[in-house]
Each structure stands twice: as C-alpha cells, then as structure tokens.
C-alpha cells in the first residue's frame, strides 16, 4: 500500500493531453467564451473592433472582455492580477487561447470602453429575459454607498477649507513672532534651528497657497467640495465605510434575486433616483405595468407622480421630517383634509382655507415644485395656539398640487403593509454578495464615467453567478446558440 502519487514531471507523453480536457462541460468559462462571441462588440460601442491596416496586431477586444468578466466572477479585479492569471491560470490560457496580454493592455481596455460595459450588462439581462427569469412584475429599488480612490484627508469642503486656513495663519504668526521674540532678546537660534523653523514656514504658505485656490476654484465654480484623487467623488456623509465615494443604484426583480437594472451617481442621497431607474427596469423587462418598492430615502412626491405617470406603481414609505412634530407642536398629519371644500380642519376643529398656490422653490432651475397654502384668522385667538405654531401670522398648511397621489400611496402602503418586509429581503441581497461574498465593496478606477463602468462588471458577475446556481451552464449556453 502506498500513497497516491501525481505523474512524473519527466514522463513524455506520446499523444499531448488537449487543454479543452481540462475545462469541464459546468465551467462558467465555457459561457462566457459563447456570450462574448455572440455580443455585436462594434454596436455596444466598444473600440478597435476591426484591426488597423498599419502597427502592430492589436488583441481582440472579445478576448479582453472575456478576461475582464472572468476576473469580476473570480475576485480578480486589478490589471496586474488579471496579467499574472494568464500566465498560470489553467481556465484563463483556455479561455484566451494562452494569450498573456501586459497590464497596461487590460487596464486601457476597460479604461477605453467604460462607456461599453453597460451594454455587456443590458445584453445579459436580455438572455435572462429570455430565459423568463425575470418575474416582471415586482422591482425592489435601492442605493448603497461604495468607496472611492479617494482617502479622506484629500477631501475637503468649503467649511473644511475654511478651518485649514485659519490653523495655517495661526501656526504662520506663531512661528513669526517665535523668530522675533528671539531675535529681540538676541538669543542666538542655531544655524540648523533657524533654517528649520524658515522651511516650516515656507511650506504652510506654500500650502496656504493651495487651500486658497481649492477655495477659489469652489466658489467660482458654485460646488461646495472637491476631492483630490478622485475629482468625480462626494462625501457619504451616512456611510463609515465609504465616507468618500459613490451612490450606487439597483433595481432587484423578486423572481430570482436578479439585478434589472444599475446605476452609479455621485449624489448623497437617493430622492431623485427612482423614477429614473424603475423606467429602465420597466423598459428592460418589455411590461406594461410595473410594482416598485423602496425605502424611505427614495420618498419624492415629483420622483413618485413620474413613475405614476409610466405605469409603475410605487411603494415608499413616508419619512418623519416634520419640524412642527420635533418641536413639540401639533405635525400636518394631524390636520384633516376636507376635499370637497378644499380646506383643512385643524385639530381644534377651525378651518384653514385656501389662499393662494405658488412655486416652494422659485429660483429651481428646473421643475418647479407647486404648493397650495391654507391660512385661518382664527389661529389669533385659539387656546390651543401655543401648541400648533410659533408663526405671529398664525398656522400655515402646505399643500403639494397633486398632494393626492401620495395620499393614494399612504393608502396602498396601509393596505399591504408586507411589501416593506419584501424589499428588505429582496434588495439587501444582491448588495451584500458583492461586498461581502465578492470583496467588491470599494472601487479601483477613479471618475463617474470608469466607476460605472466597473459597477456594471460588478453587477454583472453578480447575475451570471445567480442564474449559473438557477439553471446551470449547459443551459445558458444552449439559449445563446
């Protein structure tokens, strides 16, 4: 009896094993060499599709895209990992035919066609589609806050700016009047001491200098912070993990857990969001109707009106920002709506009757948000006065023009109280898999335009490791042949 032993590195072999002997028929590399081949890589907008007539060959950018997604699917994401994997990784020489381009290859290509990627994504929810592993009818939305290139000490705002400056002047002055103080006392500093003290202040103004320019450049350019590493990234200010990043998007169908659609922004909040990327999942899924759902953050009366208007039916709680509530006072909620009269019964039983409407943001440059404004004199002598308003004028009531449809939403959420409980567990899902399952919680590329690009690999990965697990590799190839 012996131990099992591997074949002698020295042992010829007459007939050479074939590389295709070692790639099963269930290896997700054999999809991905089939979905690449069957993309029309010139209409997805990726470049150098056709060779040059002079210069060098240049690699076949299907080959390039193939490496690409193998490494999103494997946690391999930098250029130099991806260039080393062709050199010893067996699934990697099969899927290139034992091409091994250099990194600076593998990093221009997705540098170059950032503006692709999205497509190669689209073209993936169109086989799922195909496949009818979309439900088509519940999307849940949501956004998560992914790390920038950017370290947060090269991040700075106006007020951040602000505070530098005044330490650098303070520390400017005190080193000043330290040189000063010693030359009125005639204390003889070292030739050493002195130099090291006029280099220190040298390099304060020299980085005063670069404050006041950030600062300058801020205001002339009306943004109120600038990152130095990542100019395209924001602060995040509800996010320890990303504090410099970006708000990445997802619309989740119930079915499978598969993502629809995506989206990268660098907004910090998510309350212009939804409309956008439940019309593309609509779009994408090819329905007449459409159920979203999203968290309090996505709650937007114009945001919600659009999608009403796109038969999509939205499900967003409404968040308690109540400014009258949080002083103690009686909150809008508690004052009842009388629709045939068009008035509001107050909670001392006075009616506020309609006033005037008017524009509540004037100068938005874009659509402007129309409020109804209800008033009553009786708030002058009300007992209750003291615990409704602070206004000398009395109580004033807003209402939004078309206040009814969240009125409606209200209802709905009254009325199916499950669907929040089916967001949380339908859209949390895919977000920690990339981050946590995938190590894909931060980026490695710097600008909105490469981000997105590499967010859409990201989703990607997520979804073929989704519908490999449903259906398995045989079948999603037979769908593409």
Not at 49 to 59: D, E, N
Not at 129 to 135: I, M, T
Request: proline content about 4%; glycine content about 4%.
């Amino acid at each position: 009896m012996d131990f099992i032993r591997g074949t002698s590195r020295e042992q010829g072999t007459l007939f050479p094993e074939r590389l295709d002997d070692y790639i099963s028929a269930e290896n997700p590399v054999r999809f991905i060499d089939v979905f690449v081949d069957e993309l029309d890589l010139k209409a997805l907008g990726f470049a150098r599709t056709s060779p040059a007539w002079t210069g060098r060959s240049p690699y076949r950018p299907q080959d390039l895209l193939k490496l690409y997604i193998y490494g999103y699917l494997n946690k391999i994401r930098s250029s130099r990992k991806l260039e080393a994997e062709t050199h010893r990784n067996i699934e990697v020489m099969w899927l290139l035919g034992k091409l091994s381009p250099d990194h600076k290859t593998i990093s221009d290509f997705r540098k170059d066609n950032s503006k692709a990627f999205k497509g190669v994504f689209r073209a993936f929810s169109e086989l799922c589609r195909r496949l009818d592993l979309f439900g088509g009818d519940l999307i849940a939305v949501d956004g998560s806050k992914f790390k920038a290139v950017n370290n947060p000490k090269r991040h700075f705002t106006k007020k951040k700016l602000q505070e530098h400056l005044k330490k650098l002047d303070a520390k400017i002055d005190q080193y000043l009047q330290d040189l000063d103080a010693t030359d009125a006392q005639e204390v003889s500093l070292s030739s050493q001491d002195k130099t090291s003290l006029q280099d220190k202040i040298k390099k304060m103004k020299e980085q005063q200098i670069t404050y006041e320019q950030l600062l300058s450049d801020l205001e002339e350019g009306g943004e109120n912070q600038v990152s130095l590493t990542d100019p395209d990234s924001r602060s995040m200010p509800k996010a320890p993990h990303a504090k410099v990043g970006y708000n990445v998007q997802s619309a989740t169908d119930d079915k499978h857990h598969l993502i629809v659609e995506q989206d990268v922004t660098n907004d910090a909040n998510d309350k212009t969001q939804l409309s956008k990327i439940s019309k593309k999942a609509k779009e994408i899924l090819n329905v007449e109707t459409l159920t979203v759902v999203a968290d309090r953050g996505y709650y937007n009366g114009e945001e919600i009106k659009d999608c009403e208007e796109e038969h999509i039916t939205p499900y967003v709680p409404k968040p308690d920002t109540s400014s009258t509530k949080s002083k103690g006072l009686y909150a809008k909620d508690q004052f009842v709506y009388d629709e045939e009269n068009n008035a509001y019964i107050c909670p001392a039983g006075q009616i506020l009757i309609y006033q005037y409407t008017a524009a509540a943001y004037p100068n938005r440059e874009t659509r402007k948000h129309f409020q109804h404004y209800y008033t009553t004199k009786a708030c002058l002598t009300c007992a209750q006065r003291a615990q409704c308003t602070t206004n000398k004028k009395g109580r004033v009531i807003y209402r939004w023009v078309d206040e009814q449809i969240l009125e409606a939403l209200e209802e709905r959420l009254k009325a199916h109280p499950e669907m929040m409980k089916k967001r949380s567990a339908l859209v949390e899902h895919p977000f920690g898999t990339i981050k946590f399952w995938n190590d894909q919680y931060h980026f490695l590329v710097i600008g909105l335009e490469q981000v997105k690009a590499e967010f859409s690999l990201m989703t990607l990965a997520y979804n073929i490791k989704r519908v490999i697990k449903e259906i398995g590799v045989p079948k999603m190839i037979d769908a593409l042949i």
